[in-house]
T-cell receptor, first 113, second 112 residues
Framework: DVKVTQSSRYLVKRTGEKVFLECVQD?????MFWYRQDPGLGLRLIYF???????EKGDIPEGYSVSREKKERFSLILESASTNQTSMYLC????????????FGPGTRLTVT | RKEVEQDPGPFNVPEGATVAFNCTYS??????FFWYRQDCRKEPKLLMS???SGNEDGRFTAQLNRASQYISLLIRDSKLSDSATYLC?????????????FGAGTRLFVKA
């Protein structure tokens, strides 16, 4: 059974803190993604990675960075958390050659106070 | 024009009803189309892909209209368990890569 796991389901951080969100997939997928989901806005792509050590900016990369040192692990970093980064963060993975179904982790609900 | 437009609903329907959602897209080069389902406080999961000729999976029928640039999802004989948010998803290929676009979702409530 395919599986994407995220390090935390709920996280509360203070403004200015550095925040690490971890994502691990066990499907040997090349592509991994980080999204944030906010009411009325849907899923917005923050960063994605086609391969180890590769990263590409998505639609809203400002304030975020990523790291992919191993194929199965994709980390999202908030260098200095701000209140407008309070959101649901979802990690996903998919194969390069198809099928193109994206498998999502359970999400991390981050609150920045 | 937004890349994808989806009626947010909510759609409130009784059990047994038939309900349909549409989703329009602006990129005529969109190549792959999907419907995902997202339960409250859960992650999105693939419901079904949408093929050019239309496809059916039990009570669910998905259709693609390339000329008018929309996809649709029809749910027949609605069940309480169909209550969820339905996301339309498009995958666009371009030189050097691809991009997946998610709609904001349509909320469906099925009531007894």
């Amino acid at each position: 059974d395919v599986k994407v796991t995220q390090s935390s389901r709920y996280l509360v951080k203070r403004t200015g803190e550095k925040v690490f969100l971890e994502c691990v997939q066990d499907m040997d997928h090349e592509n991994m993604f980080w999204y944030r989901q906010d009411p009325g806005l849907g899923l917005r792509l923050i960063y994605f990675s086609y391969d180890v050590k590769m990263k590409e900016k998505g639609d809203i990369p400002e304030g975020y960075s990523v790291s992919r040192e191993k194929k199965e692990r994709f980390s999202l970093i908030l260098e200095s958390a701000s209140t407008n980064q309070t959101s649901m963060y979802l990690c996903a993975s998919t194969l390069t050659g198809g099928p193109y179904e994206q498998y999502f982790g359970p999400g991390t609900r981050l609150t920045v106070t | 024009r937004k890349e994808v437009e989806q009626d947010p609903g909510p759609f409130n329907v009784p059990e047994g009803a038939t309900v349909a959602f549409n989703c329009t897209y602006s990129n005529s080069a969109s190549q792959s189309f999907f419907w995902y389902r997202q339960d409250c406080r859960k992650e999105p999961k693939l419901l079904m892909s949408v093929y050019s000729s239309g496809n059916e999976d039990g009570r669910f029928t998905a259709q693609l209209n390339r000329a008018s640039q929309y996809i649709s999802l029809l749910i027949r004989d609605s069940k309480l368990s169909d209550s969820a948010t339905y996301l339309c998803v498009f995958r666009n290929s371009y030189t050097g890569g691809f991009k997946t676009i998610f709609g904001a979702g349509t909320r469906l409530f099925v009531k007894a």
